[in-house]
């Protein structure tokens, strides 16, 4: 996941020692709000002189292809327009290698983008209050992020506001293209020690698996006693996640079935595979983790293990399933 530096929350240093700073770190692009007011070219004028890192302008205007000039003269990478402030308004996007994107607040449903989506390569998640430096991500995101990305296969997520060390942890496993750091970063004793934090997977905890995991009424779950074979295999290919869950008739866990466990059970009974059974695919006795675990809980837990985990089984403390996690995006973000 890249990390896009909020420019304008550090009021201390000035823009040629900050953009310097940032640069010696390898930031990935520089965040810059555009509050309808054109000075701002002046400040991307300024950092084209002493730095080749992209630029990531967030434009907030009710009237924001007036900046459409300026924005393919200065050659900006990243454009994103604040919904509410255009009033839902739509305009044709010049032909350049500019990637425009659309922002939205955490309470403005995601199916605006409906109307963008031919113009537009990503949505930006406003995930605190729009303006606001130093705002606490707001949880709910989690799920708006899981949703667009069901709602709008290809389309990238950049995500603004709140992103701290464990956030950006939470966002890279959930498959985020791109997190705007303000105060956490810019205004951190060190940078560097911050940017690193950002990028690292040991984190702090202030947040639960439960915040985070994806609820089983969107995962391939199955009653171990009511489902055959060819059920599991044709559950496992329809979700697209690896594996499928089994719990009992009080929606206690009883099992999972992956690729790995299939191939097992084909293996078993090789030479008549008609014989294989349920039972031959699924590891009854699985590693789970429980909702109110934390996420360094949950890190811990995965890296003590001896082989790597793409999925993990949420129960709460009845045994009973909540819904999983998974590591697939995690894991292709970080290579």
């Known amino acids: 996941m890249k990390i896009s530096a909020s420019l304008y929350s550090n009021k201390v240093k000035s823009l040629e020692d900050l953009v ?33 890192t992209p630029i990531d302008l967030h434009i907030i205007s009710s009237e924001p292809e007036k900046y459409l000039d300026q924005i393919v003269r200065h050659e ?13 308004r739509n305009f044709t996007l010049p032909d350049n290698k500019t990637k425009y994107g659309l922002a939205v607040v955490s ?58 060390d464990e956030v950006s942890f939470i966002l890279r496993s959930m498959g985020v293209d791109s997190a705007v750091s303000g105060s956490f970063l810019v205004n951190h004793t060190s940078m560097g020690a911050a940017l690193m934090g950002l990028k690292m997977q040991e984190v702090r905890s202030h947040y639960q698996v439960k915040d985070i995991l994806i609820d089983k009424v969107h995962l391939p779950v199955m009653e171990l006693d009511c489902c055959n074979f060819k059920e599991v295999l044709q559950t496992i290919e329809q979700y697209d996640l690896g594996f499928a869950l089994f719990t009992d008739k009080d929606q206690k866990l009883k099992g999972i079935s992956s690729n790995a466990d299939v191939r097992r059970g084909l293996l078993k009974n090789l030479n008549d595979l008609n014989q294989t059974a349920v039972v031959d ?14 996420i360094s809980d949950m890190l811990a837990l ?34």
Not at 81 to 88: A, I, L, N, V
Request: glycine share 6%.
């Open 302 to 335: 995965v890296t003590s293990k001896s082989f790597p985990i793409l999925f993990l089984p949420v129960v709460n403390e009845e045994n009973k399933l909540t819904g999983a996690v998974t590591f697939n995006n995690l894991i292709r973000g970080e290579v």
């Open 107 to 164: 309470d403005t449903p995601l199916e605006v983008f409906e109307q963008y989506k031919e113009q537009y390569t990503f949505i930006l998640l406003m995930t605190t209050t729009p303006g606001q430096s130093g705002g606490v991500f707001r949880k709910d995101n989690f799920n708006r992020i899981r949703r667009f990305g069901k709602m709008f296969p290809g389309k990238k997520i950049h995500v603004d506001g709140g992103v701290n």
């Open 76 to 88: 900006i990478e990243y454009v994103q327009f604040q919904y509410e402030d255009m009033k839902g």
């Open 281 to 294: 695919v699924v590891n009854t006795n699985p590693i789970r983790i429980q909702e109110q675990a934390t």
């Open 20 to 52: 310097k700073e940032l640069d010696a770190l390898n930031i990935d692009s520089f965040h810059i709000d555009c509050n309808d007011n054109p000075a701002v070219f002046d400040d991307i004028a300024q950092i084209r002189k002493i730095s080749n």
